[in-house]
């Protein structure tokens, strides 16, 4: 019913920037809050950041200054802007979303897209 694709992940050096973008589609009501978690190799998922419906935001003390979440809601769109990337910053990056469905009951919804893999290397 919702489908969450995620792109703009890639290799960068140290000290490099990355925007990832997350589109969500199909059959929405709405969309309440959404996140940007990661996983390292060998690691649990961790959050990232996280952004509300009405904007506010919150962020990993690991990421604080140095990235920022966005949304657009007109386009049921989050982003990550990444600034200053370092080599434990490396992971495949998942799209969370909270998502209300346009169907009878209008049911609610965790939705996560597929990843997108972040390298931070020399």
């Known amino acids: 019913q919702v489908q969450l694709v995620e792109s703009g992940g890639g290799l960068v050096q140290p000290g490099g920037s990355l925007r990832l973008s997350c589109a969500a589609s199909?059959?929405?009501?709405?969309?309440?809050?959404m996140d940007w978690y990661r996983q390292a190799p060998g690691k649990q998922r961790e959050s990232v950041a996280g952004?509300?419906?009405?904007?506010?935001?919150i962020y990993a003390d690991s990421v604080k200054g140095r990235f920022t979440i966005s949304r657009d809601n007109r386009k049921n769109a989050v982003y990550l802007q990444m600034n200053s990337l370092k080599p434990e910053d490396t992971a495949v990056y998942y799209c969370?979303?909270?998502?209300?469905?346009?169907?009878?009951?209008?049911?609610?919804?965790?939705?996560w897209g597929q990843g997108t893999q972040v390298t931070v290397s020399s």
């Open positions: 952004i509300s419906g009405s904007g506010s935001t």
């Open positions: 969370h979303a909270d998502v209300q469905v346009r169907v009878r009951g209008y049911p609610r919804g965790d939705y």
């Open positions: 199909g059959n929405i009501f709405s969309i309440n809050a």
